[in-house]
């Protein structure tokens, strides 16, 4: 039996690696590279169709990590209970906080300044001018204040917003100010220029922003989701968009990918872009790094980063 480590990057490409493992490339492929039972290390493939990294997953008897290259987690816990106790799920803080804020901002500034309506007009050839709503001086309500949340509000307060109000399922006091608890939602939706959706998707988030979420954000409200697209009911945003009382920029969508004669494609004041939040130029480098900080963590017998939970625990 070989300790292998499988990796959807190719080894031969990431400086550092440690010895001491044999390194399998596996991207989502047909056929295995090796015995999954061999594998101690596996690190699922990104952004491939849902159910692919399960595959091994039943077959991985020896493997002690598994870790993904998003920040998400929700496409993997469904194949947890094939495994033994004691494996570390591990997701990649770190690795796309930057890119999904730098999304974030674009989607906000693009869907207020109204760009979209631009491009259209240029197609045409026609100047489309008038007054828009500007970013500064508008609240901010970020709902998910994790690493990403904290991210995007370090892109919003240079661009002078009046207020940015932080939402988490922890409350806690930052430096910044306080983090509300979910169940202060109700109140502190009516307040909001703009929404910001950057929570991960779990039971707790499915649907949080449903017919009567949407109905507390205030008339002209921008509504962002950058975390999940069950997050939002679909449906619900629809009925909202349709009759212009709010408007929404979405990097995810349900379902996903969104099919061509969905119709939020074509829904008034709904710009969407194709879950482009992590795979950017900065996604291949960082991810690198983590890897072999955390593959020298797991061989040195050290703390490992980012651990989600633990099965049997």
Known sequence: MTADVWLPLDPDEIDGLPEGFVYRFWDGAEEFPADPADCVYYVVPYMKPAGVGLRPLPRMTSVRVVQTLSAGIDHVEPGLRHLPAGVHLCNARGVHEASTAELTLALILASLRGIPDFVRAQEKGEWLGGF?????????LVVGYGSIGSAIEDRLTPFEVARVV??????????RGPVHPFTELPSLLPQADVVVLSTPLDEGTRGLADAGFLARMKDGALLVNVARGPVVDTEALLAEVSTGRLTAALDVTDPEPLPADHP??????????????????????????????????FVNREPLRNVILTTGS
């Open 132 to 140: 828009r709503p500007a970013l500064a001086d508008r609240t901010v």
């Open 166 to 175: 932080r939402v988490a399922r922890s409350p806690r006091t930052t430096a």
């Open 264 to 297: 939020l494609w074509h829904a008034p004041g709904v710009l969407v872009s194709p879950h482009a939040g992590g795979p950017t130029s900065a996604f291949l480098p960082r991810a690198k790094r983590l890897l072999t900080d955390q593959l020298g963590r």
